[in-house]
């Protein structure tokens, strides 16, 4: 119960700096602020975590890689879709991606139950691909980038919890892949756009706090529940913020909430339902 009472309260962090990006119309300079606070904090932690064994760094350079190229695909994927649509189509698609790499390479072992609740989230996910979800059509040139996001999510997740289970410091983890992770934005925004980020940290620095805080604590909850259960059902419940995405989507940037929208909020309530019942 803990592990989910952890996912549960990332997935809700992790809706809110989704919707403050897609919500913002200078993503590169929100993810590079993003990451300057976040690399902030951890280059102050940095002296109080014990540095990881030589046999984690693959592990976490490996990870740190997919995530930068999540953030670089995000930025792509939201110039041009709804926030509700794209958002759980790139989510939706991940725990396919733990589940198959967890049972493939982990040894994991899931119940009947676990494995069938688990796919119904992106199944419910595909829903979204009939009329656009019941808003704008995301143009077909973009699904391999969203498609794309859901692997890199997919990746990146199974291999934080494979090097949790070889060393259990989520902190620790998480410091380190963040000294990795959160220096490329805020050094391409100071090289190609210095006076716009200037600027924008000037005025909207507490847009910039809060992604960053947000990130950095949905991570490190998603790190701890890894670490206290299954990874492929950790990945899975935090799907619940498709749900949150969904209803902030339609209550902060006027999107529509239509039936194919509907059912894939109801199918991601029903796979939780049969994986923790």
């Known amino acids: 119960m803990v592990a989910t009472a952890l996912v549960l309260v990332a997935a809700l962090l992790h809706a809110t700096w989704n919707t403050l990006i897609k919500f913002s119309g200078e993503r590169l300079l929100v993810i590079a602020c993003m990451d300057s ?15 990881p064994p030589l046999d984690i760094w693959p592990w976490i350079i490996a990870s740190a890689l997919f995530e930068l190229l999540y953030r670089y695909l995000l930025i792509q994927a939201y110039r041009v879709g709804d926030l509700g649509l794209v958002y759980p189509l790139m989510r939706g698609l991940s725990p396919l991606v733990v589940l198959m790499l ?15 609740g688990i796919l119904l989230i992106p199944f419910g996910m595909l829903c979204l691909l009939w009329q656009g979800g019941g808003g704008d059509r995301l143009p077909w040139s973009m699904l391999p980038v969203v498609l794309l ?15 949790l289970r070889r060393w259990s410091h989520p902190f620790d983890y998480l410091v380190w892949l963040t000294l990795l992770s ?10 190609r756009r210095r006076a716009a980020f200037s600027l924008f940290w000037r005025t909207q620095w507490r847009l910039g ?57 109801g199918l991601v309530l029903i796979g939780m339902f049969v994986m923790k019942f």
């Open 37 to 51: 606070v976040a690399l902030l904090f951890v280059v102050v932690a940095v002296g109080f975590v014990a540095l």
């Open 209 to 265: 706090l809060s992604v960053g805080l947000c990130v950095l604590l949905s991570y490190a909850l998603v790190l701890w529940a890894m670490q206290l259960g299954s990874i492929a059902e950790a990945a899975a419940l935090r799907e619940v913020s498709v749900i949150l995405v969904v209803l902030f989507g339609m209550r902060y940037l006027k999107e529509p909430f239509g039936r194919p929208r509907l059912i894939a909020c």
């Open 149 to 163: 996001i859901g692997m890199c999510i997919g990746c990146y997740t199974f291999l934080d919890g494979q090097a």
């Open 102 to 116: 967890t049972l493939a390479f982990a040894g994991e072992v899931l119940s009947t139950q676990q494995i069938l």
């Open 182 to 191: 959160a220096w490329p934005f805020p050094l391409l925004a100071l090289v």
